[in-house]
Structure formats: structure tokens, C-alpha cells
């Protein structure tokens, strides 16, 4: 008579991934740098898109705390940005026209 054992426990076969888990977090990283300069693409067309030489008078005045506030919140992050560059001893230039 034969008798029922269990199957042996499964085995976990691991393999190895090229670059192992460093490649993964480096492609990651790329990735959120490359959202981080689009993100940056985005706000700086958005911006062109305003135009308040358009606005009258009254219309200026009327919004003119919340553009300030606005405006006041965009100079400090392009500052911040752009002082962690400089910081890292890297210029920052205009691009010269084609």
C-alpha cells in the first residue's frame, strides 16, 4: 500500500535581474527627473498664456491680491530652483537663439 505524503514546500527561485535592484531605483530616479523638467515645460507655457496687459483697470485691481500672491509664490520657487543649480556650481544661461 502506498502511502500519501504532501509535495514537497515549493521552492523560491530567484534571479537574478541585470543591474540588480540599483538599476531599477536609477531608472526611477531618471524618470521623476525627466516629469520634474516636463512639469517645469508645462508652468513656463502656461505662463505664456497669460496676458494681463489685456485687463482693464478694474479687472487688475480686482484680482491684483491673488496675482501677487501668485507671482510672489513663482518667483520664490524659480529662486529656490535655480539657487540649488547654482549651488551645485553649475551657470544658468539663456539658450542663445538658433
Known amino acids: 500500500m502506498r502511502s500519501i505524503t504532501a509535495p514537497p514546500p515549493a521552492r523560491r527561485v530567484v534571479r537574478a535581474v541585470p543591474g540588480?535592484?540599483?538599476?531599477?531605483?536609477?531608472?526611477?530616479?531618471?524618470?521623476?527627473?525627466?516629469?520634474?523638467?516636463?512639469?517645469?515645460?508645462?508652468?513656463?507655457?502656461?505662463?505664456?498664456?497669460?496676458?494681463v496687459s489685456g485687463w482693464d483697470d478694474v479687472t487688475l485691481n480686482d484680482h491684483l491680491d491673488?496675482?501677487?500672491?501668485?507671482?510672489?509664490?513663482?518667483?520664490?520657487?524659480?529662486?529656490?530652483?535655480?539657487?540649488?543649480?547654482?549651488a551645485r556650481g553649475f551657470r544658468i544661461e539663456e539658450p542663445q537663439a538658433a
Open 20 to 51: 540588480g535592484p540599483r538599476d531599477t531605483l536609477d531608472r526611477l530616479r531618471v524618470r521623476d527627473r525627466i516629469e520634474s523638467i516636463s512639469r517645469l515645460r508645462v508652468a513656463a507655457l502656461a505662463l505664456e498664456d497669460v496676458d
Open 66 to 86: 491673488d496675482l501677487s500672491k501668485v507671482l510672489c509664490t513663482l518667483d520664490s520657487e524659480l529662486a529656490r530652483v535655480a539657487e540649488a543649480v547654482r
